[in-house]
């Protein structure tokens, strides 16, 4: 198991992609968190066994109907401190 993170570009603020990801994180049992960044783009770190990464870059890709996703850059976390309680949304 290991800690992704998520930079999620293109039209993916203000168009209710994190509820989105938020909501098909949680029916899978995926623990983490997603938030905006000042930069317009989206974060997301999730806890994932190897099998599931792909099951959440599907879900980070779809996003929701208003949203666009054009690029996702993916990277593992050496080491976090926090504690993941389900799936939340950030600000």
């Known amino acids: 198991m290991e800690i992704y993170k998520f930079i999620v570009h293109g039209k993916v603020q203000g ?3 994190r509820k989105f990801v938020s909501q098909n994180a949680m029916k899978n049992q995926i623990q983490g968190y ?3 960044l000042p930069d317009g783009t989206v974060e997301a ?3 994932l066994y190897d099998e599931d990464v792909e099951k959440f870059k599907k879900i980070l890709e779809d996003g929701s109907p208003l949203s666009r996703v054009e690029k996702i850059e993916t990277s593992i976390l050496e080491e976090d401190d926090l504690i993941y309680d389900g799936f ?4």
Request: avoid cysteine.
């Open 15 to 17: 168009v209710f992609y």
């Open 34 to 36: 997603v938030k905006n």
């Open 45 to 47: 770190v999730a806890l």
């Open 88 to 91: 939340e949304i950030r600000s």
